[in-house]
């Protein structure tokens, strides 16, 4: 997961100055949203992000199209796949021992990381440099051992023609995107996420697919494919959690392109974060709950039409939605306050 946090690092200071606070701190929610999606393919918790919930992603990729042209992963003319739905049986028997291994070794990674993230615990309190650092090498070697393994049995199962109609492939698929990533092969992650949105487009990986490669497209400063690729994301059947993600990222893309038009569009994502309704305190999703309100208000009150204010609010609901308007005429009311006086009048 360092590996992680130091490539989004580089990207987010690729940046132009302007950009660079907005991606470090949209970049702090991918750093956890990779964790734990990485983790949930694989159907297990996630560990902590080494060195805290720094910038979480990040890719050198070559350029796709644009947002109003071809939607991510869904124009190149290659055939479809079946999906779960219509999964070969045979396949799906034939698939699961390499699968099994594959997520044996993916549970193993994260173990180490666990077992890392403990280790820089103690190294910050002082305990037991000079072992620490020995060990810390040694995990960091094992690690890379099974990051490569269980890539390379993940490809096992995708590439093989006769496994292509495996009820596991999708999975495979998005795991097999992950531990490229882990391993600093975001080209290769990329090509991977491109590949499962494309040959099982209906698949419930793919809203998680396109999440992801909207990840790594706005930690490359490519806002537009950012932008299309969270719209993929939302067309899927994806819970609340993955929708809020997508909403996120989408806002802050929208935002950094500038304009008018991209402005309003990202006040509405970031209203549509708020009509999901709360999420369960101390998840990602309820940081990302306060953070879009609090966003909100504030892009509103310096960008937003105050007449339509209340048309506007109203569609967040009846919950969030007059407290947030209340919010956005108290800020209104204090800019049109005449400024203190530097000393008194006499």
């Known amino acids: 997961m360092s590996r992680v946090v130091e490539r989004a690092a580089k990207a987010a200071g690729s940046l132009t100055e302007p950009r660079r606070a907005a991606a470090r701190r949209i970049a702090a929610f991918m750093a956890l949203a990779l964790a734990s999606?990485?983790?949930?393919?694989?159907?297990?918790?996630?560990?902590?992000?080494?060195?805290?919930?720094?910038?979480g992603a990040s890719a050198a990729a070559p350029a796709h199209p644009a947002r109003g042209g071809a939607d991510p992963g869904a124009s190149a003319a290659a055939p479809a796949h079946p999906a779960r739905g219509g999964a070969d049986p045979g396949a799906s028997a034939a698939a699961e021992p390499l699968f099994r291994e594959a997520a044996s070794l993916a549970g193993r990674y994260r173990v180490i990381g666990v077992q890392l993230f403990v280790l820089d615990q103690a190294a910050e309190a002082g305990a037991a440099r000079a072992r620490g650092t020995a060990r810390r090498a040694a995990l960091e070697a094992e690690a890379a051992r099974v990051q490569a393994g269980a890539a390379a049995a993940y490809a096992a199962l995708v590439d093989a023609p006769t496994l292509r109609a495996a009820?596991?492939?999708?999975?495979?698929?998005?795991?097999l995107?992950?531990?490229?990533?882990?391993g600093g092969d975001a080209r290769g992650a990329?090509?991977?996420?491109?590949?499962?949105?494309?040959?099982?487009?209906?698949?419930?990986?793919?809203?998680?697919?396109?999440a992801a490669l909207a990840d790594l497209a706005f930690a490359a400063g490519r806002l537009d494919e950012a932008v299309s690729a969270c719209d993929g994301a939302l067309r899927g059947a994806a819970g609340a959690a993955l929708r809020k993600?997508?909403?996120?990222?989408?806002?802050?893309?929208l935002r950094g392109i500038g304009g008018r038009s991209?402005?309003?569009?990202?006040?509405?994502?970031?209203?549509?974060?708020?009509?999901?309704?709360?999420?369960?305190?101390?998840?990602?999703?309820?940081?990302?709950?306060?953070?879009?309100?609090?966003?909100?208000?504030?892009?509103?009150?310096a960008?937003?039409?105050?007449a339509q204010a209340r048309a506007f609010f109203a569609g967040a609901g009846e919950r969030a939605?007059?407290?947030?308007?209340?919010?956005?005429?108290?800020?209104?009311?204090?800019?049109?306050?005449?400024?203190?006086?530097?000393?008194?009048?006499?």
């Open 37 to 55: 999606a990485g983790c949930a393919a694989h159907g297990a918790p996630a560990p902590p992000a080494r060195g805290g919930p720094e910038p």
């Open 245 to 253: 993600r997508a909403l996120y990222v989408k806002s802050w893309s």
């Open 190 to 210: 990329e090509a991977r996420l491109r590949q499962l949105v494309l040959e099982h487009p209906a698949s419930g990986e793919a809203p998680e697919a396109y």
């Open 321 to 346: 939605g007059p407290r947030l308007l209340g919010e956005v005429e108290a800020r209104a009311a204090r800019r049109g306050r005449p400024e203190p006086l530097d000393r008194p009048t006499l």
């Open 303 to 306: 960008h937003g039409d105050l």
């Open 167 to 175: 009820e596991q492939r999708p999975r495979a698929l998005l795991a």
């Open 262 to 301: 991209a402005t309003e569009e990202a006040m509405r994502a970031l209203r549509a974060i708020v009509q999901l309704g709360p999420a369960p305190a101390g998840s990602l999703e309820a940081t990302i709950d306060a953070a879009a309100e609090r966003e909100l208000v504030e892009l509103y009150a």
């Open 177 to 182: 995107a992950r531990a490229l990533q882990d």
